[in-house]
């Protein structure tokens, strides 16, 4: 059965960083585009990033040169590095599967989704 675990989220300081990871069981993840989307509190969902099948990136403006997205295909993991963290970024942050193998530019919209992971909460508070 296809499982997304989510971790790695927290409280930090603006100006910090995290690292969310994305575990994936059930499916060979490097196979599939992957995503992370974010919702804050009375906020609609928000695209971050996503890798896709051949390993091509795509960000959000609001984060781009911030967040990178990285795969290790040894450990089926994909994981968004979090630099310089603003208030603004506070959100459960959500891992996302595609069902299908998608090159070229990954999409940042959820359609383009199917499998969500349980989410991890990050904090950007001083």
């Known amino acids: 059965q296809l499982q997304l675990v989510d971790s790695g989220g927290g409280l930090v300081q603006p100006g910090g960083s995290l690292r969310l990871s994305c575990a994936a069981s059930?499916?060979?993840?490097?196979?599939?585009?992957i995503g992370w989307f974010r919702q804050a509190p009375g906020k609609e969902r928000e695209g971050v990033s996503c890798?896709?099948?051949?390993?091509?990136?795509n960000y959000a403006a609001s984060v781009k040169g911030r967040f990178t997205i990285s795969r290790d295909n040894a450990k089926n993991t994909v994981y968004l590095q979090i630099n310089s963290l603003k208030p603004e970024d506070t959100a459960v942050y959500y891992c996302?599967?595609?069902?299908?193998?998608?090159?070229?530019?990954?999409?940042?919209?959820?359609?383009?989704?199917?499998?969500w992971g349980q989410g991890t909460q990050v904090t950007v508070s001083s």
């Open positions: 890798i896709s099948s051949n390993g091509g990136t």
């Open positions: 996302v599967a595609a069902d299908v193998r998608l090159f070229g530019l990954c999409p940042l919209y959820s359609s383009g989704y199917r499998h």
């Open positions: 059930g499916f060979t993840l490097n196979y599939y585009a």
